[in-house]
Each structure stands twice: as structure tokens, then as C-alpha cells.
């Protein structure tokens, strides 16, 4: 067994992992976080989709001990002191879920996927290569968010949520 520390959710934890578990794992089994989903667990669903220091990983394909040291965010440590983050709004507003399974997975990548576009990093469907910031449009949205799929077929109401939440924060229409 290694013993790691690393930050989940804001608090440090440190923990006895044996060097083959994933973080999936080690964040549902041990950590009892089971608000992260696994749907395949080979890295075709995104289900498992957490943050890393802001950046979207699946955490069924990474080992737990890749990770000490780093920031990790799950679907449970996107609220705020004011409630829901405003995405997890928009999500029940337009209906973005029916069972949920996908869902703790589709908040925290298009959490990610907003500030890689603020960023200004292209997607497959960027026609502006030089532009600072892109505007996430459907088919921006619908591009970025494709590694993360929803079984009840919610993508319309998942998009419509993005696309108001992060068009409001950039001051575009949807
Ligand atoms: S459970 Fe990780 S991608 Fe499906
Ligand atoms: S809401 Fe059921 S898988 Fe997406």
C-alpha cells in the first residue's frame, strides 16, 4: 500500500491506496464520494468525469497515485456557500437529466470544458483558429461535451443548460 495525500473537495485527505486502484475507486470506495458515476469504466462514457486543478479527467482511467498532490473537484464540491453552482440550476431548469447517472459527470466537464473555451483552446469545430475566446454555440457545446454520453437520451436539455449558463457568462445569446 502507498499512503497519499491529496485535496478533494477543498479539505486534505490522506489515505492507504494500494498503487493499482483508480481514482474512481478510490474516491467512491474509500472516500465514500459516490456522486461520481461508473457507467463503463474503460474510458468511453464520462460518467467518471471529475476535475484535476480545473482540468476534466476521467477518473476510471487514472490511477489514484498519479494524483497525490493535486486538487481534485467532484460533483460534490461544485456548490457554493449560495447553494448549486448555476449550472446544476440550468440542469433542472431545462430538464438535462431523467435518471441522472450521467449527470454528475456531464457538470463537471462542462465546467472544464467552459474555461478551456475561455481559454481560447479550439475544438474539431473551431473555424476561428486565432480568436482569444470562443463562443460556445450549440455546436461548440455539442462538440466539447461529445465524450460525455447520457443513455436516456437528455442531450437536448443537458446543451440547452450549458448553453444558457456559459452564453449568459459571456454575454451572448444562447
Ligand atoms: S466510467 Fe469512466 S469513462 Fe465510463
Ligand atoms: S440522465 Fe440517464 S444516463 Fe443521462
Known amino acids: 500500500m502507498d499512503h497519499i495525500a491529496m485535496r478533494v473537495n477543498g479539505a486534505e485527505v490522506r489515505v492507504a491506496v494500494d498503487p493499482r486502484t483508480s481514482l474512481l475507486d478510490l474516491l467512491r470506495e474509500t472516500l465514500h464520494l459516490t456522486g461520481t458515476k461508473k457507467g463503463c469504466d474503460q474510458g468511453a462514457c464520462g460518467a467518471c468525469t471529475v476535475l484535476a486543478d480545473g482540468e476534466r479527467i476521467l477518473s476510471c482511467l487514472a490511477l489514484a497515485v498519479q494524483y497525490a498532490g493535486r486538487e481534485i473537484t467532484t460533483v460534490e ?3 457554493g456557500p449560495d447553494g448549486p453552482h448555476p449550472l446544476q440550476r440550468a440542469f433542472i431548469e431545462h430538464d438535462g437529466f431523467q ?13 472544464a470544458m467552459a474555461a478551456e473555451a475561455a481559454r481560447g483552446v479550439p475544438s474539431y469545430v473551431t473555424t476561428d483558429l486565432t480568436a482569444d475566446r470562443i463562443v460556445l454555440d450549440r455546436d461548440e457545446i455539442r462538440e466539447r461535451m461529445s465524450g460525455n454520453l447520457c443513455r436516456c437520451g437528455a442531450h437536448n436539455g443537458i446543451v440547452a443548460a450549458i448553453a444558457e449558463t456559459y452564453a449568459a457568462a459571456q454575454g451572448e445569446g444562447a
Request: charged share 0%.
Open 99 to 111: 435518471c441522472g447517472y450521467c449527470t454528475p459527470g456531464h457538470l463537471c466537464s462542462a465546467v
Open 77 to 79: 464540491g461544485l456548490a
